[in-house]
């Protein structure tokens, strides 16, 4: 029956989500009201939502704008949804109810906050204040908890529950290290707090949970809500759980017994007893300036490891308050801008097993269309097939989806109780579904791959979309369409034919969408990259394995076309080098061992200026066992002949010819640094950690 009400509440939601809030009857409008309540009832109490906060926040505002429009009385959005859900906590009330904040996602609305607040102030009080000044914070995305405080000490810890009454939580919050058990303050204290989990903490915890087959969470807020609610309170202890403090129940009689004028104080005045603050927490003249600071703080935002979904926006002048004023909901002097949605929920309409370059199989979904973000999300990695076990994913599920920062869009979580009958499982292929080989699993590991290197078509393609991307050939005009279109008219066969696209410029030129000038601008990207570094060229074939650290370390062994062509090494030879671990040297040994990819690098280094690495040459003096494969740290800069300067990077290259490895920083590990007399506290470091120091004139000298 739940199974059964959750997919009719999900269904119901999806369908009021597309109504225009203009077409909605009174009819609707009270099945609104059941439908958030419903929600809320989720949301706070079972923690278990089956859609957004976005969503949410969407159904919420279509509500409150057709109660108004239909000029019902009770008005549901004014009341409080959550009931009293059965705890192991004690019950409690709150002295004054933690009321939430009115959200907003567009710049546009926050002007006409500013515009309200102003006019509230003018009808309150008769002032007109020109620019008022405002407090910007983070919004965290997590549990809100009052902590309680007399004669110094913390005598009582309570969850937001409802608003009005919830759960003690005092022996659970005496376990997280950043609250303050006593304070420099005698008086009675109510402070509000956000608790958090890190990101990098709850991607451990689900790591942990995987393995030991506990509950996976979905998000860093429910697994802080759960930290925070553990019977065990030494479990509590072990979530490394923050808190932040927001603000006060008992506001006033602090501000007037510290004579404080201004929320900022306020805020810093806690900070000072020890509480923890946001650590973006600014204080802005206008309006204006607050839209200034978030369009630019998206940058700020990727440094964070919390989760946050907006920030708010207060008054700093603690006296125009009142004048301002409250609604039974929100408070009136202060605002969530809530950035663009990142989750949303969608439903998985099928399943494709992707092919990578390395033949590794990857389930991909293909979703019923979203906007996220302002992009359309089509599709969604799931990453692997230990992955879709553990998420319990089928065709056919609602999920939740999240994008953020360009990052491909994933599924995080998928609401089960809503489940289509007969709900197709997704199993990793038998057969290749592109060359029909069968797919292999990987030993122990969660990978699953297609054997098929040579021959694979999906393999193919994928290794010349990659070898010609911006990080390694540069093709401008090769993107996967161009390649998937010649390949498919068999204009290219290879990367060697890449090299040779002016050959075929004829038959390019009787393709749809090709003109001349597109022809002759693709043939002069493709002469610009004939000029490539074995390093880069290395990493472009592709091997499993083989990224640009130990493309690196492999291109010091060519140092001609022969030596690429016929590979003289064994996996023995291999593994002595850093960062080369037996699989990878299987792998490196089987490529180059291979006829096949043997003729292709015979015609690639025909074909392409090839910069190899020199050979060390060292003099005399030099003794080659204590200066092979050495790490060197280098200082800034050099004076050099006739005062020239000689840069960081040049050096770097000089060292990299010569089989050593350039590190940033100096430690226990680092063979020597390279330094000048004026250099500061490299040398210092280099100097007690032992560190053999060396100058340019001596490297130089000693390195032909």
């Not at 006409?112 to 914070?137: C, G, M, P, S």
């Not at 640009?548 to 690429?564: C, H, I, P």
């Not at 699989?583 to 180059?592: G, P, R």
Request: one cysteine or more; proline letters at 3%; hydrophobic letters at 40%.
């Amino acid at each position: 029956m739940l199974k059964n009400n959750c997919k009719k509440m999900l269904q119901k939601s999806k369908e009021f989500l597309k109504k225009d809030k203009n077409s909605f009857s009174l009819a609707n409008t009270k099945e609104l009201q059941e439908l958030i309540q419903y929600h809320s009832d989720l949301y706070y109490n079972k923690e278990e939502p089956i859609i957004s906060d976005y969503e949410y926040d969407i159904l919420f505002e279509t509500l409150q704008f057709l109660e108004n429009k239909f000029n019902i009385e009770s008005k549901q959005t004014d009341q409080v949804w959550a009931e009293i859900w059965e705890s192991t906590f004690q019950k409690v009330k709150h002295s004054r109810p933690m009321i939430s904040l009115w959200n907003t996602y567009n710049e546009q609305d926050l002007s006409d906050f500013d515009e309200r607040v102003q006019k509230n102030i003018v009808a309150a009080w008769e002032i007109h204040e020109d620019t008022l000044e405002y407090v910007l914070e983070f919004k965290f995305d997590g549990l809100g908890v009052e902590l309680i405080y007399k004669d110094w000490n913390l005598v009582q810890a309570i969850t937001r529950g409802n608003w009005v009454e919830w759960e003690d939580v005092t022996i659970n919050a005496m376990q997280i290290a950043n609250i303050p058990k006593t304070i420099p303050y005698k008086k009675y204290l109510e402070v509000r707090w956000e608790v958090v989990l890190p990101i990098s903490s709850f991607n451990s915890l689900n790591e942990i949970a995987k393995k030991e087959g506990w509950k996976v969470f979905s998000n860093p807020r429910n697994a802080a809500s759960w930290s925070m609610r553990m019977k065990d309170a030494s479990v509590t202890k072990k979530r490394n759980l923050k808190f932040f403090v927001y603000d006060l129940a008992n506001f006033d009689e602090f501000r007037l017994e510290e004579n404080i004028s201004e929320y900022y104080d306020v805020i810093k005045d806690l900070e000072k007893f020890g509480f923890e603050i946001s650590s973006y927490f600014n204080k802005l003249s206008g309006i204006w300036e607050v839209i200034s600071a978030i369009d630019n703080f998206w940058d700020v935002k990727k440094q964070i490891d919390f989760e946050i979904d907006g920030l708010v926006l207060k008054a700093n002048d603690i006296w125009l308050w009142q004048a301002i004023g409250f609604t039974e909901h929100h408070p009136r002097y202060a605002i969530a801008y809530k950035f663009p949605a990142e989750i949303l929920t969608t439903q998985i309409n099928s399943v494709e097993h992707q092919v990578g370059r390395t033949g590794t199989i990857t389930p991909v979904a293909n979703l019923e269309p979203i906007i996220i973000g302002w992009v359309t999300v089509k599709r969604a990695t799931l990453h692997n097939y230990e992955e879709v076990e553990n998420l319990w994913v089928h065709v056919g599920d609602t999920v939740f989806i999240k994008r953020a920062w360009e990052v491909i869009p994933k599924i995080i979580s998928v609401v089960k109780e809503g489940r289509i009958e007969n709900a197709e499982i997704i199993t990793p292929p038998k057969y290749c579904p592109s060359c029909e080989n069968e797919v292999i699993k990987d030993g122990d590991k969660v990978r699953f791959y297609c054997p098929n290197t040579v021959d694979c078509p999906a393999q193919h393609s994928e290794k010349l979309v990659f070898a010609v991307g911006k990080q390694w050939f540069n093709i401008d005009g090769f993107g996967v369409k161009q390649v998937e279109l010649f390949l498919e008219l068999w204009i290219i066969h290879n990367l060697v034919d890449i090299f040779k696209i002016s050959e075929k410029s004829e038959e390019i030129l009787e393709l749809e969408g090709f003109k001349e000038k597109s022809v002759e601008n693709l043939i002069s990207w493709v002469e610009k990259a004939r000029k490539v570094e074995i390093a880069t060229l290395i990493t472009a074939l592709a091997i499993p394995g083989v990224w640009k650290k130990t493309a690196k370390t492999l291109a010091k062994l060519f140092y001609s076309r022969e030596s690429l062509i016929e590979f003289p090494y064994i996996i023995e030879d291999l593994v002595e080098l850093d960062d080369i671990w037996p699989e990878i040297a299987q792998n490196v040994v089987d490529y180059f061992s291979n006829d096949a990819h043997k003729r292709i690098l015979s015609d690639l280094s025909e074909l392409l200026e090839i910069n190899f690495y020199k050979k060390l040459e060292i003099s005399a003096d030099w003794d080659v066992s204590e200066y092979f494969w050495k790490k060197m740290c280098i200082t800034w800069s050099f004076i050099w002949e006739d005062w020239a300067k000689v840069s960081r990077d040049d050096l770097v290259k000089k060292l990299e010819w010569v089989w050593w490895e350039f590190v940033w920083s100096v430690s226990k590990k680092t063979d020597f640094l390279l330094a000048w007399e004026k250099a500061g506290s490299k040398l210092k470091k280099a100097e007690e950690n032992g560190v053999t120091v060396i100058n340019l004139q001596e490297f130089l000298n000693k390195v032909q």
